[in-house]
């Protein structure tokens, strides 16, 4: 017995262990875990009777435990809604122990809701930029414990990358500090401040204007009898506040609001003396010289040689074969009929045009200028029938931004970054490949090269007869600001690109550097202050127009204004040169038409609506001006010959002989003829 016996201290081990599994369970600490929620959304909309309608429903959601943002009142915590993976939103909870009612967050949702409607009413009015108030909710959470017997609540929206801006508050702040890249997209919270106190009567105005870029949230509505849209409704003192503040803008103008506290001072008006353009020696404002050629202008910028390569083409020759040989020839360009030499090479549209030395040539030598005083073209054989202009054919294609081409060979760019191309003959569209990464807004030709520039800071130069979906850009380069590029112009090897920060840069094509740029150096010397939409150079000047109401003279020699041209009360939109004659169009609804070397202008033209595209011809000029393009008769003194109603917003313009491509607002390309002239 006593051998089976266990030893004492077996038995006590045996009894440790007994206890030991006598023990709970372990836990594990979850408090870390981002654990799933049930929550109530309520989704509001508003009917066009303004009836308000909320629509719960319940989803499953997963709340960061850590806001990203706090701010007095509230902290924003990121969460994901289980029913929309992939998309991120922003739950903002009161900060305790600030307590609030229910009807807080519905009421706030409802203001952001109601906001939406003016934003689409404002969108209506077709803005440079157009705007958007968050979607606003509601969120219950059913699975935390009740505060006070309510269920623990929060406002919610969807979550936006970027950079956060407070444009103006319910306190009369308006934001002016932008610095740099202050130009009409930042006119555009303001506007529609001032948009809305006009369009209700002046019964209310929306404020507190924040976001990122034109993605609003969280404003905050005043009205006349201080009622509703919550405690931040300071009524006539909080509408006075904002109009003492307010200073109308270019954006203002545009949307035709009344001018509240418009600044009258006019820059750069009477301020500088008349002045001619200089010619050379034999030069006359007439047209009688040929004026002074590229290689008498180009030693006099710096950063350019003094005598440009000999090449046809205006890019690098290109490298001899391992053989020692040179590789074969490329197919010559497309060059135009002899009928249409008037029309070919130019850009059309928004942005500006150039001259007339644009055009494409089969010459292999570099192309020369045209004087700033050129003789006038040969007047084409037959007289062009100004009044019998129809719609000849609608072109199925790509909603255009700009237009050029020459011969058979149609270019357009889209608000997509695309580029477009159309057969003239056919009349249909041959093709079309991606460019750019934003708005395509500038086009130009020289000789067998296209240009093109864009929102997103680039210019690209291609091979107009390799133009394909597999054909590279042969030339690529970013403004060097990094600025948007709002129009492209060419004069033989330079191209003038005008950009957002008020800007024209000047760009050798051989070696697709910007060698020059034309802007104010210091506070007192004279440049634009707006962003830059239309550049034409002529002779030895440019021309630009700009947001800031301004047509300026700039001296390429010394790349300072010379002078500027008075009279537009609106953004000078488009600009168009041929011979000794420079057009100008703007949103103050006038055509300008100017003798350039002697800056006089000899005729105004009232247009239909705000100019958006100018394009001159011996024959005649074309105007694009809301949903119509008007024809003047250069030989009547401008006189209106024709009016043709496209029944949509026209946004360029292409003249090929007698045929008048159109770029609309939709995906067609409008192509009107003219009969000769009996």
Not at 602 to 627: H, I, N
């Amino acid at each position: 017995m006593a051998q089976n016996a266990a030893p004492a201290q077996d038995k006590k081990t045996v009894q440790e262990m007994f206890e030991a599994f006598s023990k709970p369970c372990p836990t594990f600490d979850t408090s870390f875990v981002n654990a799933p929620e049930k929550a109530i959304k309520w989704t509001l909309t508003i009917d066009n009777n303004l009836q308000q309608h909320w629509s719960p429903s319940i989803i499953l959601v997963q709340v960061e435990p850590k806001p990203f943002a706090k701010g007095n009142i509230r902290a924003a915590h990121k969460y994901t809604d289980l029913t929309h993976p992939g998309q991120i939103f922003v739950a903002k909870f009161i900060l305790g122990p600030k307590k609030v009612p229910r009807d807080y967050f519905f009421n706030d949702v409802l203001m952001q809701t109601f906001c939406s409607k003016w934003a689409d009413m404002y969108n209506r009015r077709n803005p440079p930029k157009k705007i958007a108030f968050l979607p606003a909710y509601v969120m219950e959470f059913l699975d935390r414990p009740a505060e006070d017997g309510n269920l623990v609540i929060c406002g919610a929206e969807p979550f936006i990358e970027g950079d956060y801006q407070k444009h103006n508050s319910n306190y009369g702040f308006v934001n002016t500090s932008y610095g740099h890249d202050s130009n009409e997209s930042r006119n555009t919270p303001q506007a529609f401040s001032h948009f809305t106190y006009q369009h209700s009567g002046k019964e209310l105005i929306v404020v507190d204007i924040q976001g990122v870029s034109d993605f609003y949230t969280d404003p905050q509505i005043h009205t006349k009898s201080g009622k509703g849209f919550g405690e931040g409704n300071l009524g006539p003192d909080g509408i006075h506040r904002f109009l003492t503040k307010h200073q109308c803008n270019p954006l203002c103008t545009f949307l035709k609001l009344e001018k509240i506290n418009a600044s009258r001072r006019q820059l750069l008006r009477g301020t500088l003396p008349a002045v001619t353009l200089e010619l050379d020696s034999g030069a006359s404002s007439d047209g009688s010289s040929s004026g002074l050629s590229d290689d008498e202008i180009r030693p006099q910028i710096p950063g350019l040689p003094s005598a440009r390569p000999q090449l046809g083409s205006g890019v690098p020759p290109p490298k001899p074969t391992a053989a020692g040989k040179e590789p074969p020839k490329r197919p010559p360009p497309r060059v135009p009929e002899a009928s249409d030499s008037d029309t070919s090479g130019y850009e059309s549209g928004g942005s500006a045009t150039s001259s007339e030395s644009d055009s494409m040539t089969s010459s292999t030598s570099a192309p020369v200028p045209a004087s700033p005083a050129a003789a006038p073209e040969a007047a084409p054989e037959a007289k062009w029938d100004l009044k019998s202009y129809k719609n000849a054919e609608n072109i199925r294609g790509k909603e255009a931004e700009c237009l050029t081409g020459s011969g058979t060979l149609l270019i357009s760019g889209t608000p997509e970054g695309n580029i477009v191309l159309y057969d003239t003959v056919e009349k249909k569209m041959k093709g079309t490949f991606s460019a750019h990464r934003k708005t395509i807004k500038g086009l130009a030709l020289q000789e067998n090269m296209l240009f093109t520039a864009s929102l997103d800071c680039m210019i690209k130069q291609y091979d107009v007869n390799t133009l394909s979906s597999s054909a590279p850009a042969t030339h690529e380069a970013k403004d060097p600001t990094k600025s948007e590029i709002n129009t492209l112009s060419v004069r033989d090897n330079l191209l003038f690109a005008g950009c957002s920060d008020k800007t024209i840069k000047v760009w050798d094509v051989r070696s697709f550097k910007c060698v020059q740029t034309l802007a104010a150096q210091t506070v007192s010397t004279l440049g634009h202050t707006k962003a830059v939409k239309a550049v034409c150079a002529m002779g030895k000047y440019c021309f630009s127009g700009s947001n800031d109401k301004q047509l300026l003279v700039w001296d390429l020699t010394s790349g300072q204004v010379v002078t500027n041209l008075q009279g537009h009360e609106g953004w000078v939109k488009t600009l168009h040169g041929s011979g000794s004659t420079l057009v100008s169009g703007s949103h103050d609804e006038t055509i300008r038409v100017w003798n350039w070397p002697t800056l006089s202008c000899v005729a105004e033209l009232k247009a239909k609506d705000r100019v958006e595209a100018v394009y001159l011809t011996p024959q005649a000029l074309f105007s694009a001006a809301g949903d119509y393009v008007e024809v003047w008769d250069p030989e009547k003194k401008f006189e209106k010959a024709n009016m043709l109603n496209l029944r949509m917003s026209v946004t360029c313009l292409f003249p090929h002989g007698r045929d008048l491509y159109c770029g609309v607002t939709s995906d067609q390309i409008r192509l009107w003829s003219c009969d000769l002239a009996a």
